[in-house]
């Protein structure tokens, strides 16, 4: 298939003081091996080399490279400005510090092209300096998310996103089952009949976007590892639980209002519990009871 029959992918890059290793990620971003591409940079105001960087990038390749300037309002925010500004009918998000193995594009693609898939995530490895034991816990917890599903059988291929939350396991930690955005293929189409990204959420807006999607699109999912993420200890120091604390209650009434009557009836009564008046009053009375 020729360049000019295989569909546009804009490969979404939201930076901030990136310099460190925004070279890493550009030069991972250029050497990918599917030939119909654009770079789009939404850039929040870098303070550091970030933009002078990227833009030497634009002499050693015919991607065309978009820098954007935006106005810092938090990372959902960057993250929805670089998908607005894109012209692609695929979404390929690579965040600054993190990097793409040269054929990740051209193995999620196959499987994105397919009627009614919206997204297409991989597995994926870590980048690290030194393994430190917080970023050994964290690989631990966090490595195959994939795994973590109880009644989907995750293999290469294609399912119905409806069948993952459906999965008892959903609301169960690790909450991210996907993985981070760099690991995830989109059809543009999602933000159109979806919306985009909650800006409110601070850690959960990837998985939370994740599941709203499943609701309406199928899932494609690629045995290899695709994408590269970037590990340092004061990242992975938030291995625990804890982690999702910030977010949980705004993300399980995103659940609630989104995704309900997808879901496993064990996670239905939990999120009724929590939101619907009637039972969140009669779990309460039984906790008072329990209690004396």
Known sequence: MTK?????????????????????AMQSAIAQTYPNLEIIVSDDASKDNTISIIKSFKAQTKIPIHIYNHEPNGIGANWNHSVRKANGAYIKFLFQDDALTPDCITKMMPLAIQPNVGLVYSK?????????????????????AHTTWQDVKVTPGILSG?????????????????????????NKSCFENVG????VLQQALDSDY???VMAYYDVGFVDASLARFRLHDK????????????????????????????LHPKNKRKLLKLYHPLFKTLAQIKQRFNGR
Not at 17 to 24: D, R, S, Y
Not at 127 to 142: M, N, Q, R, S, V
Not at 251 to 257: L, N, P
Request: aromatic letters at 16%; a positive charge; one cysteine or more.
């Open 196 to 199: 985009y990204f909650n800006e």
């Open 235 to 262: 990242q992975a120091s938030s291995v625990n639980k804890k982690r999702e604390i910030p977010d949980k209650d705004l993300m399980y009434k995103q659940y609630y209002t989104h995704i309900f009557k997808y």
């Open 210 to 212: 994740w599941y709203r």
């Open 162 to 186: 409806r069948a993952y939350l459906k999965d008892r396991q959903l609301l169960n930690s690790p909450k991210n089952k996907i993985g981070e955005p760099t690991n995830v293929l989109l």
């Open 124 to 144: 994926r490895d870590f980048i690290y300096e030194t393994l430190t034991p917080k970023i050994k816990d964290f690989i631990a917890y966090y490595g195959n």
């Open 4 to 24: 000019t029959k295989q569909p546009l992918v804009s490969i979404c890059i939201p930076t901030y003081n990136g310099e460190a290793f925004i070279a890493e």
